[in-house]
């Protein structure tokens, strides 16, 4: 079956079954990931894939299927078993019905990316980035490019129809100067031309350079410029705390605060997936309502939250489009830019740090946003207004909602941001951020 | 009615045409279903099959896998096509040529018989069941005035069926039945505060592992101990103290600074730009990490555990692995591509947990063994400590030296004796710095369930991680500040 009559097929079949209602989506991926470490390509992965979802109400009970077999029969069973659990299921919270169609979607978002004839690119720009990071300085690059065409087509028993392609190219790459002497950079960007291998691989080779012969770093608080690598893993977290299902859960640093100022006035975060340059960008969500440009952090104020039909209903007011049918989620992330480039932010620090990315980012509370994040890769010493050297060994141990207040300034210089650690992609610039924690192990 | 073999025939025959000189193909059908409840109310109810196959193939040198849900001979060939073609296409840019270990491959069929299969348990009885629990966590905070706000719990149950054949003469067949249970709890109190547990329990058998766990009484003692430790909780001790980890923080740390650095693809770099690399180099065997008493094994063998498989997905056959032998590094975990760079064998490492990801080297059920001292035996020798029963966070770097993991259920120690509740008392210590430090592991081997992840794109693969309560001597509490 084609996708367009799998998803009538299923959304019937769903009204037939007893659902109230039903919304099914069709995800179709063109998939290809070259690996690169030690300078040389470890894996070409390629994947041709079609994914079924079904998720239907029975009044207010609600089930998903997911399958990969696209047989009738298969999509039959998906469908019979997602309304035998709905109907199985004891009454739950809110009921919302999914919206009701048609809408219209934006032309412009209905094909986003350039696809064609590109993928036989991607060696050559592997090869390139390994280049420029080794004549950089490092000794040793690793890292992925992946490029990804998805198409969607997505029906509804309300009269959602609509589909839509997008591709996008994503860039990875870690340098070494030596095994702890690191430098990471990635970016992702919807048109294969805006993706500079030797220009990631400069960057990413230049900051293990500097990062070479660190010395201990003492734990203690700093004011910090975290670069955008950082920023975006940090405003990824923030926009995931915004998610309504997480603050109705109790999960989130954010509950309660609605319309509070968390920020200072000068910093907005925006989620914009209406744009089609915007990675991430795409015409209507997993309900099929049209995007939506959605200020988060709206001067420095915490304008909303992130919701579906369903979270919108409990909260009483209206979706922001930005459904996951179960938990809603940001598609396109924007954090404002300054004026000045990350040497200006460095300059107005006295006696700090200059973190250049960071991993394993864990909650020691997610409700109070105690968290902790291990910093990788170039770390820096500041003093003065200026970078006097590198160090290493610290852990970043804070309050996200403390650390939001505490940002003093962003660079005018933003980067598309997403790599292993950050799913979203982000347009990051560095930030200043005044007063934060660093522990280091005790022995 | 498709007929797996004969694709999964096809493409081998494919590939060897096309100038494969290794090739492995993969069909995996993940068929399972789960259930979230969000503070007391029934979220979702969902149901996945994913099924489809994977395939390795080696041409020029240069690796390439592909994955489809095409189970057609068409879609088979064309997905042969594609694998080829992008590894041939990568060849010019591929520095060290991939082989694969010569190994006795596996001709075998596995299956985990459930005593209690998932589909005969009535989907409303598990409602009922997840309701009885939440309620349980609830009402057993309350005397202490401590309101649990946030309550996530999940129950899901899976089976995976998988079929592998090589170019090489592997063909292993294996059922494999899975279920686990997580729970995410946050407890908050008007005057003290918050605090926040999670934990996950998994086996690889049926219905019968969720009775057996009694998860009413984990969530009531659960809810019992975030309102203790939040009402009653002191500030850690500041100076110098010995330490008793319980089997929990035991089977974390395991996992986390002696399975993942001693992965054989971390250490050549091939995770570089994503999870990491390692503290340890190919030449570290030998290398003393930790006192004479520690001794840390991964064996996927394990009877009814969730990272079980007696095969892995290079149809090389499972056994126990000691990763730290007696204090020092032991053997890495490899599968056919790292045994075959390195000139040693593969240790059945290459696990892949869907059909559409490729094969590479993970853990399975990491433990440190247990040693012979009782509970009683461990604390009586303690003047002045801690007990930091189980965790609320940790992290670790990506060379796996520098750790953290913060208590959720502690108590001070004072003269051999348990004393009052310690508050998010952290470990931040390196790897070698805590396993040094244990002069003691006492006999009450547990077992806890983790999805681990790793890969990129990333998989989330079923592990155990186990532990005996241990105790370390004179290590300080923290993490340090100026």
């Given at each position: ?73 298969a999509i039959e069973k998906a469908v019979l078993d997602a309304a035998k659990m709905a109907r199985m299921s004891p009454a739950g919270g809110t009921y919302a019905p999914l919206p009701k169609g048609r809408f219209r979607y934006n032309k412009k978002l209905l094909r986003i990316g350039k696809a064609a004839g590109k993928i036989e690119r991607l ?230 740090l200059y973190v250049t990315n960071n991993w394993y980012l864990r909650y020691q509370n997610m409700r109070s946003g105690d968290f902790s994040t291990i910093l990788r890769d170039g770390l820096f010493r500041v003093k003065g207004g200026q970078i006097v050297g590198p160090v290493r060994g610290l852990r970043l141990t804070d309050n996200l909602v ?39 192990p005790t022995i | 009615m498709v007929d797996i073999e004969s694709l999964l025939s096809h493409a081998l025959e494919g590939a060897s045409k096309r100038g494969a000189s290794y090739s492995e193909v993969r069909y995996q059908a993940d068929i399972g279903s789960g259930i979230m409840l969000k503070n007391g109310v029934p979220e979702v109810a969902s ?436």
């Open positions: 079956m084609k996708a367009e009559d799998i998803v009538e097929f299923a959304v019937k079949k769903a009204k037939s079954a007893g659902a109230t209602d039903a919304v099914s989506q069709v995800r179709e991926t063109d998939w290809a990931m070259i690996r690169f470490t030690n300078n040389g390509v470890t894996v070409s992965k390629v994947l041709k894939d079609t994914s079924v979802e079904i998720f239907l109400f029975v009044k207010e009970k609600r089930a998903g299927s997911s399958v990969s077999n696209l047989s009738e029969k060696p050559g720009l592997v090869k390139e980035s390994i280049d420029s990071a080794k004549a950089t300085g490092a000794s040793r690059v690793a890292g992925s490019l992946v490029a990804e065409t998805r198409r969607v087509v997505q029906r509804s028993s309300t009269g959602i129809k609509g589909s839509y392609k997008t591709t996008s190219y994503n860039l990875n790459v870690r340098a070494f100067a030596d095994g702890e002497c690191t430098g990471q950079f990635a970016i992702i960007a919807n048109d294969i031309d805006e993706v500079n291998g030797g220009e990631i691989g400069r960057v990413a080779g230049d900051i293990a350079k500097r990062a070479l012969h660190p010395e201990q770093a003492q734990p203690g608080t700093y004011d910090v410029v975290l670069g955008p690598m950082t920023t975006a893993d940090i405003i990824e977290e923030m926009a995931g705390a915004s998610s309504a299902f997480y603050v109705d859960a109790g999960m989130s640093f954010f509950t309660d605060k609605l319309g509070a100022a968390l920020a200072p006035s000068h910093l907005c975060l925006v989620d914009d997936p209406t744009d089609p340059s915007n990675p991430g960008a795409c015409p209507f969500d997993d309900e099929g309502v049209p995007t939506q440009a959605n200020r988060i952090l709206s001067s420095g104020k915490l304008e909303t939250y992130l919701h579906n039909s369903t979270t919108a209903a409990k909260m009483k007011t209206r979706t922001t489009a930005n459904a996951g049918l179960v938990i809603p989620k940001p598609f396109s992330l924007q954090v404002s830019a300054g004026t000045g480039t990350i040497e200006d932010l460095v300059s107005k620090v006295d006696d700090g403390k650390m939001l207040g505490n940002v003093e300034a962003t660079s005018s210089k933003r980067y598309w941001i997403k790599w292993w650690e950050v799913d979203t992609p982000v347009l990051a610039p560095a930030m200043l951020v005044r007063g934060v924690r660093f522990t280091k | 149901s996945i099959d994913k099924t489809g196959i994977g395939l390795r193939v080696i041409v020029d040198g240069s690796l390439g896998f592909g994955a489809t849900n095409k189970l057609t001979k068409a879609g088979i060939l064309k997905l042969v096509d594609d694998a080829v073609a992008r590894a041939k296409a990568s060849s010019p840019v591929v520095s060290d040529p991939i082989r694969m270990s010569e190994e006795q491959l596996g001709h075998d069929r596995v299956e985990v018989k459930p005593r209690i299969k998932f589909d005969n348990v009535e989907f409303d009885q598990v409602v009922e069941l997840l309701k009885e629990v939440d309620s349980a966590a609830v009402l057993a905070a309350k005397p202490k005035e401590v309101d649990l706000v946030s309550r996530m719990l999940e129950l899901t149950s899976a089976v995976t069926h998988k079929h592998i054949i090589t170019s090489d003469g592997g063909d292993v067949e294996s059922t494999i039945p899975r279920n686990s249970f997580f729970y995410f709890l946050v407890g908050m109190h008007p005057q003290r505060g918050s605090a926040q547990r999670m934990s996950e329990r998994g086996e690889s058998r049926g219905w019968e592992a969720v009775e057996a766990w009694d998860l009413v009484e984990v969530l009531r003692q659960e809810g019992a101990t975030i309102a203790k430790v939040l009402v009653e909780g002191v500030p850690p001790p500041k100076d110098q103290v010995d330490l008793l980890a319980g089997g929990e923080v035991i089977g974390l740390v395991c996992h986390e600074s002696s399975g993942h650095p001693q992965e054989a693809d971390r250490i050549m770099g091939r995770e570089a730009a994503q999870a990491g690399e390692s503290y340890l180099s190919i030449t570290s065997l030998g290398m003393e990490v930790g006192s004479q008493v520690v001794n840390v094994v991964d064996d996927p063998t394990t009877p009814r555990s969730f990272g079980f498989y007696l095969y892995d997905e290079e149809c090389v056959k499972a056994r126990k692995r000691y990763l730290i032998k007696e204090g020092r590094i032991n053997e890495f975990l490899q599968n056919r591509e790292t045994a075959a760079a390195t000139g040693t064998s593969s240790n059945a490492a290459a696990r892949a947990t869907s059909y559409d990801k490729e094969p590479i080297i993970r853990m399975a059920n990491t433990y440190m063994e247990p040693g012979d001292h009782s509970f009683d035996e461990l604390i009586g020798d303690i003047k002045h400590g801690v007990f930091i029963k189980n965790f609320t966070e940790w992290n670790i770097d990506d060379r796996r030296f520098n750790q953290k993991y913060v208590g959720l259920e502690a108590y001070s120690i004072e003269n051999g004796e348990l004393g009052v509740p310690v508050r998010n008392p952290a470990i931040e210590m390196t790897t070698v710095g805590f396993f040094k430090a244990v002069d003691a592991v006492g006999d009450d081997l547990k077992h806890w369930a983790a999805t681990c992840g790793k890969g990129d794109p990333m998989q989330g693969a079923p592990v155990w991680t186990s532990g005996p309560t241990v105790r370390l001597r004179n290590v300080r509490l923290g993490g340090a500040e100026a």
